[in-house]
């Protein structure tokens, strides 16, 4: 069974569109994460939620916004895409506790803005 | 704030030889410390950890890494490198104090030879 599962695994868009990328967790974790990772394999976090409640949002443009129905899911948004958006974008969660767990990240979405 | 730095982009070494990935961090408070191994088109995987108490920890696949307060440094070790390891390392950081915000260095990658 997969952990932390993302959908769609690829996606190729147009410059403009507004696009979602899915992520799912089984693992029964209170944190998930959103992180990009560029053409440099440089690895960012953009967003943190805590049982569905935003406690992380780093310096993203606005037109990113993240959605977390339930504690098991974080959904992306992505509005106006941009060439510049084009990269991998991790989802990962963990148990919240004290600090001390480790993250579980999914496969990845390689995002290609044309 | 806090950082984390992987001095080397590349580390290149021989299979059967030892092999170290350097990292060292800035946190204001007490650092949580991770290693996280990134195969091609794949999603991070957690290596080890260091929480608290012995200074060398052992993770998975043979690796172990020993923290050094003093020289706030946590080097990824292991004694003999095998093909399969080749891959991409990143070092992470999370201040408990920082709404338990991780930080990632920007990676090595490793490549050993036959």
């Known amino acids: 069974d997969t952990a932390v599962s993302q959908t769609p695994k690829y996606l190729v868009t147009q410059m403009g569109n507004d696009k979602s990328i899915k992520c799912e967790q089984n693992?029964?974790?209170?944190?998930m994460y959103w992180y990009k990772q560029d053409s440099k394999k440089f690895l960012k976090i953009m967003f943190s939620y805590n049982n569905k409640e935003l406690i992380i949002n780093e310096t993203v443009p606005n037109r990113f916004s993240p959605k977390s129905p339930d504690k098991a899911h974080l959904n992306l948004h992505i509005n106006s895409l941009e060439l510049g958006d084009s990269a991998v974008y991790f989802c990962?969660?963990?148990?919240?506790?004290?600090?001390?767990?480790?993250?579980?990240f999914g496969q990845g979405t390689r995002l290609t803005v044309v | 704030a806090q950082s984390v730095a992987q001095p080397e982009d590349q580390v290149n070494v021989a299979e059967g030889n030892p092999l170290t990935v350097k990292c060292t961090y800035s946190v204001s408070g007490n650092p949580y410390l991770f290693w996280y191994v990134q195969y091609p088109n794949r999603g991070l995987q957690f290596l080890l950890k260091y929480i608290t108490g012995d200074n060398l920890v052992k993770g998975s696949y043979g690796f172990e890494a020993e923290f050094n307060k003093s020289q706030t440094s946590f080097h990824l070790k292991k004694p003999s490198a095998l093909v399969s390891d080749s891959a991409l390392y990143f070092c992470?950081?999370?201040?408990?104090?920082?709404?338990?915000?991780?930080?990632f260095g920007d990676g090595t990658t490793l490549t050993v030879k036959p």
């Open positions: 992470a950081v999370r201040d408990v104090t920082n709404a338990g915000k991780s930080t």
């Open positions: 990962a969660s963990r148990p919240t506790g004290t600090g001390t767990t480790e993250a579980f």
């Open positions: 693992l029964g974790h209170d944190t």
